[in-house]
């Protein structure tokens, strides 16, 4: 088992920065491929950003490409997303996700992760 807890959200104005944390509980933590996904109030939740194991590689959804960065620190078992240029459109439940990989190269995009954290909230004003 692997508990993540996501913090970090909060409001803030568009245009701003904010950056999400997600600690996972596992000293392992570097034998996990780890995502972020969002839903917002009355929409699926949507692939956001993901990070293979060795941090070589990373994919983002076209909506936040180019805005946000997802990067791990394996030495502290987390997991981050900074957002710039924030949208009101970003206004979301904001998860992280886990889920043990052979490869360290590979990221997983879709949402067939093992585990999942309890979310936290952005909301970006306008």
């Known amino acids: 088992q692997v508990q993540l807890v996501e913090s970090g959200g909060g409001l803030v104005q568009a245009g701003g920065s904010l950056r999400l944390s997600c600690a996972a509980s596992?000293?392992?933590?570097?034998?996990?491929?780890m995502g972020w996904f969002r839903q917002a109030p009355g929409k699926e939740r949507e692939f956001v950003a993901a990070?293979?194991?060795?941090?070589?590689?990373?994919r983002y959804a076209d909506s936040v490409k180019g805005r946000f960065t997802i990067s791990r620190d394996n030495a502290k078992n987390t997991v981050y997303l900074q957002m710039n240029s924030l949208k009101p459109e970003d206004t979301a439940v904001y998860y992280c996700a886990a889920k043990p990989m052979t490869g360290t190269w590979s990221v997983v995009t879709g949402d067939e992760y093992d585990y999942w954290g309890q979310g936290t909230q952005l909301t970006v004003s306008s």
């Open positions: 990070i293979s194991r060795d941090s070589a590689n990373m």
């Open positions: 596992r000293r392992d933590f570097s034998a996990y491929a």
